[in-house]
């Protein structure tokens, strides 16, 4: 957990029955199943750690009450610390339609709070919401939302494009990228990444570097490339900004795209194989085209213990007039034992001559009724 240096709300609330002066009745704040709180640390208190860019999504977390008491305890209101903040309370049918006020003895309550981040902007964010109850001037809940909203960067160019580059060739592309540190805890720290482990990333020394009109913001350039030993295929990937903030785990900021292709010996068609959504406990084939002047001795490897493929030879239809040929055929195979979510991986599909081809494969696997397939490969017309 991020140590921001926010205070914690206490975790029993209590006020006073009029009509017994020396009753009291409780309200007790539950953990949720997605609370994450330090040790020790209050449950009225929803810690949602970094978020960034380049969307900030809005923080949503349900804080869950009983009242402990044999009375029932009356809301009076919900009053957020600001406008970024909303906070709301089941709608009861049973009742005939009304919002629930009245909490029964042992009942349970869920105040569900939400977190405008674009509102809040960047920075440590620490936001109320209190509870009041009939009767009762001060607050008899104080609910927080705390976290850090890291800066948005920005990029010198809205992409990284290296176009159509022959295999063994290596291009460079330079990125200047400026962040807004103010707003960053001390003693943080940023870089620029690649999210393709073929591009690399070095900064380089320049007038930029540093020097901004804005003496809260730090300019740095970065020279981008694709080097001489890059996959075949597609190349994709994201340029963003890592964040280190002291005690946090890093995270990313910002980004934009990395685009291009090498080209080689070989290639395929379709360059990704999407499988979409997959049914769990069933294996799902898929296949791609292997092109290209080295179609001999070809091997394949996965990067997912999920995923086997082979590559074979298979005479292609032939059509009027023209005799028939071979086509080289890689069949892809997501096994029955991968779990539920979503497969994120690659094939890599190499030539005797020491070209190495990469296919990004992708599918999501879902409990089995939830998934409707089609009943032949889109490529050679087999039953799956």
């Known amino acids: 957990m991020c140590p921001f240096p926010v205070m914690a709300s206490p975790v029993r609330l209590s006020s006073k029955d009029a009509s017994k002066s020396k009753s009291e009745m409780h309200l007790t704040v539950l953990p949720g199943a997605d609370l994450v709180t330090a040790p020790g640390a209050a449950p009225s208190n929803f810690d949602f750690g970094q978020v960034g860019g380049p969307t900030y999504a809005p923080v949503v977390h349900q804080f869950v009450f009983t009242n402990q008491s044999n009375t029932p305890v009356t809301l009076d209101r919900i009053t957020p610390s600001c406008s970024c903040t909303t906070a709301s309370i089941p709608f009861d049918i049973k009742s005939g339609g009304g919002y629930t006020m009245v909490v029964k003895p042992k009942q349970e309550l869920g105040v569900m709070v939400s977190l405008n981040l674009e509102l809040a902007g960047a920075g440590p964010v620490h936001k109320t919401v209190w509870l009041f109850v009939k009767g009762q001037a001060a607050p008899a809940a104080t609910l927080t939302m705390e976290g850090l909203v890291l800066p948005l960067p920005d990029f010198s160019d809205p992409d990284v494009t290296f176009g159509d580059v022959k295999a063994g060739s290596e291009l460079s592309r330079l990125e200047t990228v400026s962040v ?33 009109a804005d003496p809260g913001t730090q300019a740095r350039s970065y020279k981008v490339t694709l080097p001489s030993t890059a996959h075949l295929g597609t190349v994709g990937g994201r340029l963003s900004v890592l964040f280190s903030v002291p005690g946090c785990a890093d995270t990313v900021s910002g980004f934009v795209p990395i685009l291009g292709s090498v080209t080689g010996d070989i290639s395929s068609l379709p360059d ?40 074979t030879t298979q005479p292609a239809p032939a059509s009027a007039g023209a005799p028939s040929k071979n086509v080289t055929i890689l069949t892809a195979t997501i096994g029955a034992d991968a779990p539920l979510g979503s497969v994120s991986s690659s094939l890599t599909v190499a030539t005797s001559g020491g070209q190495q081809l990469l296919i990004p494969v992708y599918a999501d696997v879902a409990k089995a009724e939830a998934v409707s397939l089609p009943g032949f490969s889109p490529l050679m017309g087999g039953k799956h």
């Not at 870089?191 to 482990?197: G, W």
């Open 272 to 311: 990704t194989l999407v499988f979409g959504s997959v049914p769990a406990g069933q294996a799902t084939k898929r296949q791609a085209f292997i092109m290209g002047s080295e179609l001999d001795n070809l091997t394949v490897t996965s990067g997912s213990p999920y995923i086997t493929a082979t590559v």
């Open 180 to 212: 807004n540190t103010s707003s960053l805890p001390v003693g943080s720290k940023w870089t620029v990444v690649s999210s393709n482990p073929d591009v690399q990333v070095a900064e380089i020394p320049n007038p930029a570097t540093g020097a901004s």
